[in-house]
């Protein structure tokens, strides 16, 4: 069963940072690129990170770039997204994603398997 299971969200001030991290299983990670996305109350799910399987490529929505940092560890079949200067608007459910590639496809379409979420919260 493949399966991703993301960790690390939780409640933060503004200008502080998270580390979040998503464990995969079931499958072989180091294949495929993998993808961050997020979803707050009453918007679209949006892409906001992805990194290739060999984790040589990278690429960041214009609202993370600067601030968020994705990496990959394959032989622990671990993917993190580091936040920081966080603000209020990064409110939101924060879910790992596989693509079916090894380069970062169209957020749209490219992502197949997918995590539970994990809730990142920036208030004061």
């Known amino acids: 069963q493949l399966t991703l299971v993301e960790s690390g969200g939780g409640l933060v001030q503004p200008g502080g940072s998270l580390r979040l991290s998503c464990a995969g299983s079931g499958f072989t990670l180091d294949y495929f690129a993998m993808g961050w996305f997020r979803q707050a109350p009453g918007k679209e799910r949006e892409g906001i990170s992805c990194?290739?399987?060999?984790?040589?490529?990278?690429n960041y929505a214009d609202s993370v770039k600067g601030r968020f940092t994705i990496s990959r560890d394959n032989a622990k079949k671990m993917v993190y997204l580091q936040l920081n200067s966080l603000k209020a608007e990064d409110t939101a459910v924060y879910y790992c994603a596989a693509s079916g590639w090894d380069y970062c496809p169209n957020y749209d379409v490219g992502f197949a398997v997918w995590g539970q979420g994990t809730q990142v919260t920036v208030s004061s």
């Open positions: 990194i290739s399987a060999s984790g040589g490529s990278t």
